[in-house]
């Protein structure tokens, strides 16, 4: 989540145009995408690893926990650090001795301890950063993508700043859909897709060329479903101001 200035959506017919760019991953017409989409192998890695953000500031946090895991698990030699969050030490004292009941998995907690960012800064505490002591909520794309490197892996940030061409972003995201070990999160106005909220950071998984759409696994499952959006829409929703960088979205591999 990021809360600085917003790019207001135009309001007229703003119900008719949500039901066009939208469609809720519970419905039949998403189950045909999935279906019919050539360009889905994210969704099947990235959905086994599936984790809600922990509250309404984690959007980002939840995003690189995910993929994380989807790089790393299983995966030979992989330093995952271990969570120590499901269990109490007063319930360890009830255990065998030597046994570890703890899985080595990425949380929205381990991601943090290595960011530049602490976790209360994310919150809004202002941090004096070159002489910044103003507010700055969540994260910016440079701020996710400082997390993303100190936890090891590679982060490109791609700013959708005054987009001359759509079709050529569409098929630069449809490439990272179709690499191996390479996955997306997209930054992007909520208010341009008609959402509530403001700014928001979710990974997309898949693209249905039928339909012209992609699927977004949101992290914010308590106020939004997964959806499919329409790709115009997306990424007129990625070409937003978020002082002081536009939005756009993320590619992370290892």
Known sequence: MHTNQQCKPNTASLATENKQTLVHWSSKESQARLHSSNHKQDFFELSMHYQSQENKMFCGVASVAIILNALRMNKENAQIP?????????????MPEGFCPHWNRYTQRNVLAKSPKSRIEVFGKPHALNGDNKENYGLTIYELADLIECNG???????????????????????????????IIAHFSRPALNQNGNGHLSPLVAYDQDSDSFLLMDTNTMSNNWVWIDANKLLEAMNTFDNPYWRGYMVVSD
């Open 153 to 183: 892996a590679i982060a490109t940030p791609v700013e959708c700043k005054d987009l001359p061409n759509y079709e050529q972003r569409k098929q630069d995201l449809i490439k990272v859909l179709d690499t191996p070990d390479q996955y």
């Open 82 to 94: 271990l969570d120590t969050s499901t269990v109490g030490c007063d319930e360890m004292a009830y």
